[in-house]
């Protein structure tokens, strides 16, 4: 059991179940909607009316006197869309009624001052070009045009009364162009594939954002970890080139000829801290490039971040341990940099040269 | 897509020649229009029928009377007018040349 609501068709009453009246409302409004600017409209939207009755009719006998929805349906699907009839005139007509545009600040829907809105709405291009235009000026100026934008937004009227708003984007303000569009936007709104697309859109939308966003992540995570771990490889060469010099140089203090086996963990140590970011980095971005991941690869990188910490435990540990020995190397070259007599003499050897 | 998908604008700028020599016929009303049409390639709808024959009788080439019909209200009846008469005839001859050189298209040897 359910509504019935009573219409009037050229001066008949029928009725319709309620979904069938709501189909049928809408299919009016649009076949109205569409007719706009014909002068014939009323005759012509009479004329529907009589003819969609007549079809009614069809489905009606003494003991069945309600239209039912599914009746309704197949009545709207054989009247058939309207269709603008074109002649040589009508031709050359614009059917929207577009004024001289003014240039407003919009304030719906905008972000900060509306000013992106009222361009878009002046140019008649879509809001997110004409922000993403701001953005790219921004960013090529130097933020110059941030000035600008600030001008903008003190500079552009605010459209507040709905004249001004009408203006805004060019629509005539009058009462049959606010009625008819209402009529389009009604019918529109009620249409469930007009719901199920602009869904699928917005869904389709945040998707990509979704997927550029995810890409984005990666390629930071990845750029940061490439980073990360070159700086420490040349951190820890660079480390271990200049222990070398100290540690191995020909002078009174170093280890290595004394204790080749700690000469011996350090030279593994710093091969190690270099070599195994470089070969870890180097098999990420291979393995990006489409091969498989084996499950090797893991225990694999496992290994080698563990001996890569050991190896940088090492290095640390023998520095620590040799510290007093590192600075006494310091301490002694510095003694042997010396200016004597306007001489620099470097070195035990008391090689003496003109001090420039 | 058929065959026939091709042709439907051509079907669409014909419409109105097909409906002139309906209402040249007989006395007709639109949902007699409907019906003849119905059987033919040019079958149409009402959302199409209505505004063009509304156009039609703004040009003045068609004319209609309110008949009583005995089963409802009244109905509108078509016909043509004097000048929906020329507009026909102008329409044929016109039809005739198209149809005589799509016929002979490619056939000289120029």
């Given at each position: 059991?359910?509504?019935?609501?009573?219409?009037?068709?050229?001066?008949?009453?029928?009725?319709?179940e309620?979904?069938?009246?709501?189909?049928l409302?809408?299919?009016?409004?649009?076949?109205?909607?569409?007719?706009?600017?014909?002068?014939?409209?009323?005759?012509?939207?009479?004329?529907?009316?009589q003819?969609?009755?007549?079809?009614?009719?069809?489905?009606?006998?003494a003991?069945k006197?309600?239209?039912?929805?599914?009746?309704?349906?197949?009545?709207?699907?054989?009247?058939?869309?309207?269709?603008?009839?074109?002649?040589?005139?009508?031709?050359?007509?614009e059917?929207?009624?577009?004024?001289?545009?003014?240039l407003?600040?919009?304030?719906?829907?905008?972000?900060?001052?509306?000013?992106?809105?009222?361009?878009?709405?002046?140019?008649?291009?879509?809001?997110?070009?004409v922000?993403?235009?701001f953005?790219?000026?921004?960013?090529?100026?130097?933020?110059?045009?941030?000035?600008?934008?600030?001008?903008?937004?003190l500079v552009?009227?605010?459209?507040?009364?709905?004249?001004?708003?009408?203006?805004?984007?060019?629509?005539?303000?009058?009462?049959?162009e606010?009625?008819?569009?209402?009529k389009?936007?009604?019918?529109?709104?009620?249409?469930?594939?007009?719901?199920?697309?602009v869904?699928r859109?917005?869904e389709?939308v945040?998707?990509?954002?979704?997927?550029?966003?995810?890409?984005?992540?990666?390629?930071?995570?990845?750029?940061?970890?490439?980073?990360?771990?070159?700086?420490?490889?040349?951190?820890?060469a660079?480390?271990?080139l200049?222990?070398?010099?100290?540690?191995?140089?020909?002078?009174?203090v170093?280890?290595?000829?004394?204790e080749p086996?700690?000469?011996?963990?350090?030279?593994?140590?710093?091969?190690?801290?270099?070599?195994?970011?470089?070969?870890?980095?180097?098999?990420?971005?291979?393995?990006?490039?489409g091969?498989?991941?084996?499950k090797?690869s893991?225990?694999?990188?496992?290994?080698?971040?563990?001996?890569?910490i050991?190896?940088?435990?090492?290095?640390?540990?023998?520095?620590?341990?040799?510290?007093?020995r590192?600075i006494?190397?310091?301490?002694?070259?510095?003694?042997?940099?010396?200016i004597?007599?306007?001489?620099?003499?470097?070195?035990?050897?008391?090689?003496?040269?003109?001090?420039? | 897509?058929?065959?026939?998908?091709?042709?439907t604008?051509?079907?669409?700028?014909?419409?109105?020649?097909a409906v002139?020599k309906?209402?040249?016929?007989?006395?007709?009303?639109?949902?007699?229009?409907?019906k003849?049409?119905?059987?033919?390639?040019?079958?149409?709808?009402?959302?199409?029928?209505?505004?063009?024959l509304?156009?039609?009788?703004r040009?003045?080439?068609?004319?209609?009377?309110?008949?009583?019909?005995?089963?409802?209200?009244?109905?509108?009846?078509?016909?043509l007018?004097?000048t929906?008469?020329q507009?026909l005839a102008?329409?044929?001859?016109?039809?005739?040349?198209?149809?005589?050189?799509?016929?002979?298209?490619?056939?000289s040897?120029?």
């Amino acid at each position: 059991m359910n509504k019935v609501i009573t219409i009037n068709l050229n001066g008949r009453a029928y009725q319709l179940e309620e979904a069938g009246y709501d189909a049928l409302s809408k299919y009016l409004a649009q076949a109205s909607g569409k007719l706009h600017g014909n002068p014939d409209c009323d005759e012509i939207m009479a004329d529907f009316e009589q003819a969609i009755a007549e079809k009614c009719d069809q489905h009606l006998t003494a003991h069945k006197t309600v239209v039912s929805e599914k009746e309704i349906k197949e009545i709207i699907t054989a009247m058939g869309p309207v269709e603008e009839s074109e002649s040589k005139e009508s031709a050359h007509k614009e059917s929207k009624n577009i004024q001289p545009r003014r240039l407003y600040a919009i304030k719906e829907g905008a972000v900060i001052g509306g000013v992106c809105r009222g361009i878009a709405a002046y140019l008649n291009i879509d809001v997110t070009i004409v922000r993403l235009a701001f953005i790219l000026l921004t960013i090529f100026t130097g933020g110059v045009w941030i000035l600008v934008y600030i001008v903008l937004m003190l500079v552009m009227p605010e459209a507040r009364t709905p004249e001004e708003k009408a203006e805004a984007h060019g629509y005539a303000f009058n009462a049959q162009e606010l009625i008819d569009r209402a009529k389009t936007k009604y019918a529109e709104l009620s249409d469930e594939n007009h719901w199920r697309r602009v869904a699928r859109e917005n869904e389709a939308v945040a998707n990509k954002v979704a997927s550029v966003a995810k890409q984005l992540g990666i390629f930071v995570a990845k750029a940061l970890g490439l980073i990360l771990t070159i700086a420490s490889g040349l951190l820890a060469a660079v480390w271990s080139l200049s222990m070398w010099t100290f540690v191995w140089r020909d002078s009174a203090v170093g280890f290595g000829k004394e204790e080749p086996l700690l000469m011996l963990a350090w030279l593994a140590s710093v091969f190690l801290a270099v070599f195994i970011p470089m070969t870890l980095v180097s098999k990420a971005f291979l393995e990006n490039r489409g091969k498989n991941v084996k499950k090797s690869s893991t225990v694999g990188t496992v290994v080698g971040c563990v001996l890569w910490i050991a190896a940088l435990a090492t290095l640390l540990t023998i520095s620590l341990n040799y510290r007093h020995r590192i600075i006494d190397t310091i301490n002694h070259n510095q003694e042997y940099i010396q200016i004597r007599n306007g001489q620099l003499c470097v070195g035990n050897t008391k090689t003496c040269k003109p001090h420039l | 897509m058929s065959i026939a998908d091709n042709f439907t604008p051509i079907r669409k700028g014909l419409l109105e020649f097909a409906v002139l020599k309906i209402v040249a016929a007989h006395k007709v009303y639109a949902a007699d229009i409907i019906k003849r049409l119905g059987a033919t390639e040019f079958s149409t709808q009402e959302g199409t029928l209505y505004p063009l024959l509304s156009r039609l009788r703004r040009e003045n080439v068609v004319s209609y009377e309110w008949i009583e019909s005995g089963s409802g209200p009244p109905r509108k009846y078509y016909q043509l007018t004097t000048t929906g008469r020329q507009r026909l005839a102008q329409l044929e001859k016109y039809w005739i040349k198209l149809r005589n050189t799509l016929q002979t298209m490619g056939d000289s040897h120029e």
